[in-house]
């Protein structure tokens, strides 16, 4: 008796093997089959970028120190210049699928001052429906002028403008949350037509929340190429605290040849908004007016002087010189700001992989205002660049 129960379980055992094998190898294959299907198709690349830049400032006038603000206290020693970290940056972007990416900037930097409402900068998802329709969720930079176009470590100047500071901090460019829609239509004319179009917070990058109803609304129209002439129309509205703001701009770019491996590359831009900012940072009793009153305009030109050259890895020497007015409050006759940037630069591998840049920063203000960064002041900079 116990002899067959033996036989017949080992017969069992024997005939039961090749039915769980060949169902195991079944369930094995396709699920195998299946997450490498998946994984293929769900992550197809992930790229890493940043930038390092480091500088040298040195103040040219002995009551200025490297920040370029008026000391008033002459006991008290003036920091004339500094060695500092201006940019430390990486982004990391991941092309989920053919038509979904998602990015994040973040900047080191920022650590060295106070972190709040910094360090995070870039961090989205875009879609691709087409080269006609795009679209852009999450915190980014929208389109809103020639500097809203490229990152900071491939400008022909020490830094962006005024104004474009200016404007970001009345939530019209720089970096802010909201969502985007834009494209290219190529085939409509000679030259390529680009929009965009953004609906944005306002109220800037890394806030818990808005801090108001309102939203901002902007749209921009490029007719041709950057690369040789382009014309850029800017324009937006929205509400902050239920009063309406509006903001307006022009720009023009392009490249012209001047001899086989010298070019012109040059940039110009006009700005006007209104400046909420300033307003709602007054006291009641300091307001001259509404908010419609308070408006800000700026305008630059930027002439930038390229001679290509081919010698071990330097690629180009550089000599630019931006001019640039701005005022915060011209129709209050406010304090009127006149930079002149003066800059030779030296670049290495492609795209300014390297870049050393010397450069001055004058600021020549209608009313100097003692113990205050609204000073003139002259500033030499020494900056060095490293792209990832």
Not at 47 to 76: C, M, P
Not at 83 to 112: G, H, M, P
Not at 121 to 136: G, H, K, L, Q
Not at 272 to 283: G, P
């Amino acid at each position: 008796m116990h002899k067959r129960s033996v036989l017949l379980f080992a017969t069992f055992l024997v005939a039961g093997i090749p039915l769980t094998y060949a169902g195991n190898g079944l369930a094995i294959d396709t699920t195998s089959v299946d997450t490498t299907a998946q994984k293929v198709g769900f992550l197809k690349r992930v790229t890493l970028g940043g930038v390092f830049q480091a500088r040298y400032t040195l103040s040219l006038k002995s009551n200025i120190d490297v920040n370029g603000v008026h000391q008033t206290d002459e006991e008290k020693e003036v920091v004339r210049n500094s060695f500092s970290i201006k940019r430390a940056r990486l982004q990391v972007k991941a092309q989920v699928s053919d038509r979904f990416t998602a990015s994040c900037l973040v900047n080191f930097a920022d650590f060295a001052s106070d972190p709040k409402g910094k360090v995070l900068e870039n961090a989205f998802i875009s879609y691709r429906w087409n080269d006609a329709v795009n679209f852009t969720v999450g915190q980014f930079r929208p389109s809103f002028g020639l500097e809203d176009l490229y990152p900071v470590d491939i400008i022909q100047s020490m830094d962006f403008s005024n104004q474009y500071y200016a404007f970001g901090n009345n939530g019209w460019q720089s970096f802010q949350v909201g969502v985007s829609m834009f494209g290219t239509f190529r085939k409509m004319a000679r030259w390529p037509i680009k929009y965009a179009i953004n609906v944005v917070n306002g109220n800037n990058r890394n806030q818990i929340s808005d801090d108001d109803n309102g939203k901002l609304v902007s749209t921009r129209l490029e007719f041709g190429d950057m690369n040789r002439l382009s014309l850029g129309l800017n324009g937006g509205f929205g509400a902050v605290r239920r009063y309406g703001v509006y903001a307006l701009g022009i720009d023009f770019s392009g490249v012209i040849p001047l001899a086989e491996k010298l070019d012109l590359q040059l940039q110009t831009e006009f700005k006007q908004c209104t400046n909420h900012r300033l307003f709602y940072s007054l006291a009641d009793s300091l307001r001259k007016g509404p908010l419609s009153d308070y408006q800000m305009n700026g305008v630059y030109v930027l002439p930038n002087f390229r001679y290509k050259i081919n010698y071990h890895k330097l690629t180009s020497i550089e000599v630019s010189m931006r001019y640039e007015y701005f005022n915060e409050d011209f129709r209050h006759a406010g304090n009127a700001r006149r930079s002149y940037i003066p800059m030779i630069s030296l670049a290495f591998l492609k795209d300014y992989g390297g870049r050393i840049q010397l450069g001055m920063q004058i600021d020549d203000y209608d009313k100097d205002i003692p113990g205050t960064k609204t000073h003139s002041s002259n500033l030499m900079i020494v900056q060095v660049q490293c792209r990832l």
